[in-house]
Nanobody
Framework: QVKLVESGGGLVQPGGSLRLSCAAS????????MGWYRQAPDEQRELVAS???????DTVDLAKGRFTISRDFAKDIVYLQMNNLKPEDTAVYYC??????????????WGQGTQVTVSS
């Protein structure tokens, strides 16, 4: 079973920065779209940013100008650079990828989530 492993979360002061990373736990035939979502307590999970297998990106309004999604195509790693963090950015951040494992059909896979807390 393919797993997505996230890293880079933590506690940061308002105005600070964090960089999240997400990579698959094993070799994969092909990775299609990748994205970052977040879920705050008592809130629904929401999309933050996504990147296609061609490098086209989409960032939701709440993140524009502050968050940047990027991707290492050689290693199938997706990053989320978060700058000027605000307390309302506090949430568990999840990586999602549409992956075709070797010998298996493509499907959506989620990471386990990484906590981001913005507080002074």
């Amino acid at each position: 079973q393919v797993k997505l492993v996230e890293s880079g979360g933590g506690l940061v002061q308002p105005g600070g920065s964090l960089r999240l990373s997400c990579a698959a736990s094993e070799s994969i035939f092909r990775v299609y779209d990748m994205g970052w979502y977040r879920q705050a307590p008592d809130e629904q999970r929401e999309l933050v940013a996504s990147i296609t297998d061609r490098g086209n990106t989409d960032t939701v309004d709440l993140a524009k100008g502050r968050f940047t999604i990027s991707r290492d195509f050689a290693k199938d790693i997706v990053y989320l650079q978060m700058n000027n963090l605000k307390p309302e950015d506090t949430a568990v951040y999840y990586c999602k990828a549409h992956i075709a494992p070797w010998g298996r059909p493509a499907d959506d896979y989620w990471g386990q989530g990484t906590q981001v807390t913005v507080s002074s």
